[in-house]
């Protein structure tokens, strides 16, 4: 049984930092792309980044790309999401999930197969 667990949210102000992280556990995932969702109260769940099994491919959804950076460490079985210059806008439950496909980028949800269960991060102006 796969298991995804995110960690590092919390409260921080507009133009600050934050690196969640996404511990995984139940398979060796370093075959597997990863990549990291929010869903904001009231809106859909969306995209943010994804990061191919070896870490050589990285993708970005346009709202995030230049300030957030997503990484791996297959060793640790972990991925990563540093957040730098941070927005209210940013505000959001953010996901962390895997994906078996061989397909690339992997921008949507039912791409997919397990997902954590989420970690909030919250923007203040």
């Known amino acids: 049984q796969v298991q995804l667990v995110e960690s590092g949210g919390g409260l921080v102000q507009a133009g600050g930092s934050l690196r969640l992280s996404c511990a995984a556990s139940?398979?060796?995932?370093?075959?597997?792309?990863m990549g990291w969702f929010r869903q904001a109260p009231g809106k859909e769940r969306e995209f943010v980044a994804a990061i191919t099994g070896s870490g050589s491919s990285t993708y970005y959804a346009d709202s995030v790309k230049g300030r957030f950076t997503i990484s791996r460490d297959n060793a640790k079985n972990t991925v990563y999401l540093q957040m730098n210059s941070l927005k209210p806008e940013d505000t959001a439950v953010y996901y962390c999930?895997?994906?078996?496909?061989?397909?690339?980028?992997?921008?949507?949800?039912?791409?997919?197969?397990?997902w954590g269960q989420g970690t909030q991060v919250t923007v203040s102006s």
């Open positions: 999930a895997i994906s078996y496909s061989s397909r690339w980028p992997l921008t949507m949800r039912y791409q997919y197969a397990y």
């Open positions: 139940g398979r060796t995932f370093s075959s597997d792309a």
